[in-house]
């Protein structure tokens, strides 16, 4: 069974600039989340999707961060226009169901670095 | 305000000697908690998991401890491998809400 994957692995961008991430997850998990990781720091949650919805976005930084899941299978995060905190690792991340104990299984990261 | 703390950034060990690795929560809401592995270039795998309901959990090498009175867990990994080596992050989650909540890692080096 593929794991999720993400893509791009590296992407290097100039601060104004558009970039759009994307993720793919295990083939029927409905459940679709979104983290980053500011070097150093601890792994922050940013949304969750099931299905195409948007269950939870309260970790969004701000509306320069726009995700979308169309027909509940791969999502992407577009953030527009890049500013130079936006640099971290972006991981993804898909579950079937949750339910307590339904552990989370991760993507390698895209890692966004803006200049 | 991190509510998941991991106060040892880093931990080195002797090959087959244990590895305890430590994490502290502030947030009395959380009833789930989890250990990620997590190599260079890699997406954190899941490793070991423990509900609020019990104090300790093992999975072969690996072993979870939860004092729920203290708000503390701690990951044993008995013996240690060089394999082992990784940054290891704790995570919790509340009833109802999706989110994990992660500490920074601890970076676990296992010596031959």
């Known amino acids: 069974e593929a794991g999720v994957t993400q893509f791009p692995s590296h992407s290097v961008i100039e601060k104004g600039q558009t970039v759009t991430l994307r993720c793919d997850p295990i083939?029927?998990?409905?459940?679709l989340y979104w983290y980053r990781r500011v070097m150093g720091k601890e792994i922050k949650f940013l949304l969750h999707?099931?299905?195409?919805?948007?269950?939870?976005e309260s970790g969004m930084p701000n509306n320069r961060f726009l995700a979308e899941r169309t027909g509940g299978t791969y999502s992407t995060l577009k953030v527009q226009p890049a500013e130079l905190e936006d640099s971290g690792v972006y991981f993804c991340?898909?579950?079937?169901?949750?339910?307590?104990?339904?552990?989370?299984?991760f993507g390698p990261g895209t890692r966004l670095t803006v200049l | 305000d991190q509510q998941v703390k991991q106060n040892s950034p880093s931990l080195s060990v002797q090959e087959g000697r244990i590895s305890i690795l430590n994490c502290d929560y502030t947030?009395?809401?959380?009833?789930?908690f989890l250990w990620y592995k997590k190599y260079p270039a890699e997406g954190p795998t899941f490793l070991i998991s423990?509900?609020?309901?019990?104090d300790k959990n093992e999975d072969g090498r690996f072993t979870v401890f939860l004092n729920k009175s203290a708000k503390h867990l701690s990951l044993h990994i008995v013996p240690s491998q060089p394999g082992d080596s990784a940054v290891y992050f704790c995570?919790?989650?509340?009833?109802?809400?999706?989110?994990?909540?992660f500490g920074k890692g601890t970076m676990l080096l296992v010596s031959p």
């Open positions: 991340a898909s579950s079937q169901i949750w339910l307590g104990g339904n552990e989370q299984f």
């Open positions: 083939s029927g998990h409905d459940n």
């Open positions: 999707f099931v299905k195409e919805s948007k269950q939870d």
């Open positions: 947030n009395s809401m959380f009833d789930y």
């Open positions: 423990i509900s609020s309901i019990k």
């Open positions: 995570a919790a989650s509340v009833p109802g809400y999706s989110t994990l909540t």
